[in-house]
């Protein structure tokens, strides 16, 4: 399927994604990216470029907390960028100091789903090494339930990803992202 662009769009600030693996953060991101003529980053991408190796290998060998620190200083390595669009991996929030930077970034822009809609989108997937375990759907469940308030906490604003495709949610993010910028600006901010 060929996604229809989004329009040109003007907006002022870096847009950070951040929601469950299976959200669409990436697909979602790219298209905003295109729109605004900001550069995407994905912190998941620049973990693999930094540490050299893939993600499952990184959690097989040196296991999730060492993860979580290369997922910081991948996240503090775009912190001092402007005009982006970030795809942030599913547990960016599980690090408590990463909500204070992600708000720092820009809009922070939670893409929601319930465990349904994810579990339809990633059920196959043998890339995600927190579903690599025997019932994955149970442990979908659990994570999401644990990160909601995280999720919450971090973000701005927020778009439910359940029912509609990736190009309506791109369409619904960005109009968020203009009136959040739009009102930070009337605010004097
Ligand atoms: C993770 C999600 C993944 C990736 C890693 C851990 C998580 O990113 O960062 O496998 O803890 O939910 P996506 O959200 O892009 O799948």
């Known amino acids: 399927m060929t996604a229809v662009p989004l329009p040109a769009t003007e907006v002022a600030g870096s847009i950070i994604l951040i929601g469950p693996m299976g959200a669409g953060k990436s697909a979602v991101g790219r298209a905003l990216a295109a729109a605004t003529r900001h550069r995407f980053a994905d912190t998941d991408r620049l973990v693999v470029q930094r540490a050299g190796r893939r993600i499952p290998d990184i959690f097989a060998e040196s296991g999730e907390a060492a993860f979580r620190t290369l997922e910081r200083a ?12 970030v795809a942030t991996g599913g547990g960016i929030v599980e690090t408590a100091a ?69 190009h309506e949610v791109a369409q619904r993010a960005l109009m968020l992202a203009v009136e959040f910028f739009g009102s930070r600006s009337k605010m004097g901010a």
């Not at 991948?74 to 005009?83: D, K, P, Q, T, V």
């Open 74 to 85: 991948a996240l503090l390595e775009l912190h001092g960028w402007s005009r982006l669009v």
């Open 98 to 166: 990463n909500l204070p930077t992600l708000r720092e970034m820009g809009c922070v822009i939670w893409l929601q789903a319930t465990v349904e809609a994810l579990w339809r989108r990633v059920c196959t997937d043998t890339n995600r090494p927190l579903l690599q375990v025997a019932d994955p759907r149970a442990a979908l469940r659990a994570t999401l339930e644990r990160r909601e308030p995280l999720y919450q906490a971090a973000a701005h604003v927020s778009v439910d990803t359940s029912e509609i495709g990736a």
